[in-house]
């Protein structure tokens, strides 16, 4: 709120040329901050005119835009003032300080960033912007872009064996937002609870929970969810993660698999398979999906975060005939539907065969990485036992009885490792353990950071 | 559900290769169409390879593949069999025929889609992508990409005279995704009723709705929305669509901003600034964004969608510091955030001036259509009157007392016309009007429309 000038000239035009514009800017900026305070009675056009040796039109057409924003107020007979009653911010807050680097960031979810195809991507935005015809600049089909749907459709048709036509698909803003627009159909349509894994991924139940859904937890066991347990609930809707139970690794039994059907079709209920990183097996085919075992109470969802990049947000909801029409209607009135290019850029990256290459190279990488992670842990802390199938971007790491993996993953991150206690993942006490993200560094780099989490644990 | 094959060989191998990928799909399809019913009993994996003149750990392979995803069971003694109970489906739902096209599709709301600046959007895709640092492939920040929230708060702040700092800038997925969040916010912070402009854009009073607030209407007059009439609600927010009134035109007084803000103090409400068209303006310069007159009681929201194209679903809020974290927070648990590419881009457009390059030409491009629209009518249909500033994507035209705007849409619709009656925007009694938008179509095509709509109404 400083005042210190002490013509109008020095007010004015301390940058600004002799441009409308200018005086303009300056006398809004002046009065924002302050220096020409609330009720202060401005010099005639003319007098301002000749004071900062401009035409007088400059200061008449300032003066009138400033009024018409509310600025300055004219009256006939008392001249131009300063509006006396608003609020202006004296200063903006700052942005907050970048989260610290990790040395070794081990945290599961995350891809090889650096192993994103950008030449392709690149290749992809470009040719499907210039051919994308014009009218699909217009607002999009909330379900998603048309050709991405049937690319889409084929895709998961072929790599996870998803029975599923083009209409069923529904592109969102990566698998996040389809939770979201899932949980809130569901809640509209009666449901007050939904059941999910233990352990799971605290976001998806957070989520759920922040949608006016109450979340129930089902245990896990070697064959995925207990669906016995399940059947115990007062709940019509579970969240799943059949062909690799996150962050377990487990695979859903086949028995289990059509229990957990039949659990749904006696409540009539649903099943949402989180498909999150499935395309990622390393000893054999991936499990197809679920899905297909019954379309009418599995939603599959899945997106590229796991693939490509989380950066992307672009993922999808294979729906029930049932559920589709009112899961668009929301998205329709949530955001009145997803970005065309990426998506026209990713059913071009999917048509001409770049996802696949894409998979085929990634897959070759973290199955060497694994394996690195893998024989670095048996030979350097042969007491910490790898379970679950070999496959996505993590492995968890069961620790010896009694250990307490809160501790651990304490005193590692005070050497700057990020290794998370699979006690994050649950409400429940399970076994101690560290879920163990390995898709976003060297071979090299795994083997120093099991040596260090070694000797950090050695050292008393 | 035909079962028109005799042999194994004729239903596996019609069109696959000898490969163990080509039988395990070729059964699975079998299963889902029924061709292999429930209950089937499978030859040995021995006699099927022998069958198909495959090896045997070929039908091995798949036979465990199937079994693993559910469609088979292998029972030791009793070979493997079709899974019994599988809804599976006939077919797919066909896809909705696309909507029919207008010979002059005059609704407002859309640019000219044919200006969009694709090299530009292209080369501003492909150098942010490529500059891009790795980490920023990962999942992003919920409030919006760091370096386009500064280039908005200075683009903000230089065309539309907002007050606010990068950390009051919230990007959203179009301006749709920001009232939806605002919604849900102010419901969550206790609102029950949000007021709306009447008349004003249907789309966004469904939206709040859907969100579970109520709408009332404030009738609007030449000078903007009626603010005495506001004070006497039970309601603590209100949409105003201030620099250019949807779909009227006119410009919110000064007094009667002022009037607002003091409305906004005493209840402790908020103003929502929707500011969806306030750069096109032909007359003179835009009005500032009355954000800056009270930024802790206004949320300025705006879009790329009138400048560029709605398909790239870029928008943004200005948030009072009171509002911004629980607004960033529903993001986050919404979708965790907008995609990051095409925020890189628009930031580079930004940065390299290419954004205000792109609305110099469209604002030449559109003065010049309004004009001609405007003198089409003047001489052919002068008993309809044009109200509102010259601003803007469209105009309202006053159709003479006691025309029944409806029917006058509804035969121009018969003639291909798509030209919207004022009274689809209001649920009160209104004079009768077209809200025509003109920014779609060339001088030549807007004589031609004015021509037809002229020829059609006068023909009994």
Redesign the interface.
Known sequence: MATNWTTYRELLLPTAPGRR?GV?TEL?RAV?DGRLAPGTRLPSSRDLADQLGVARGTVTAAYE???????L?AKRGSGTTV?A?????D??????PPTPRWRYDLRPG?PA??A?P?EE??QA??SS??D?P???????DPAGY?PLRRELADYLGRVR?V??????VVV???A??GL?LLGRTLRDAGHRTVAVEEPSHFGAA??LA??GLEVLRVPVDDNGIQVDRLSTLDCRAVLVTAAHQFPLGV?LH?TR??AL??WARGVDGLVIEDDYDAEHRYD??A????Q??????VVHQGST?KVL??????GWLVLP?TLRDSVVERKR??????????QAAFAHLLSSGGYDRHLRRTRHLYRTRRDALLSALAETLPAWHPIGVAAGLHVVVRLPPHTDDRSVQERLSHQGINALALSNYTTAPTFPALVLGYAALTPDRLRAAVRLMADTLTTP
Chains 1, 2 share one sequence.
């Open positions: 514009r303009e809004r924002r835009q400033l009024v018409g924003e509310g600025y107020v509006t009653a608003c609020t202006w911010p200063s903006f807050p700052a942005e907050p995350l960033l650096n994103f950008r991507w690149s935005q470009k912007l210039l994308l014009v009218d699909d600049l217009g607002y999009p048309a064996a029975a599923a036509g083009p209409s069923q969102t803003n990566g996040a937002e979201s957070g989520m922040s949608h695979v086949p698999r059509h059907l039949e054999r085919p499990t197809g999906a679920m297909a075992l019954d379309p009418t109470r975060s990049a989380p950066a992307l947000r672009l005939s009135l949530d955001d009145l539907g997803t970005g065309t290019l990426p």
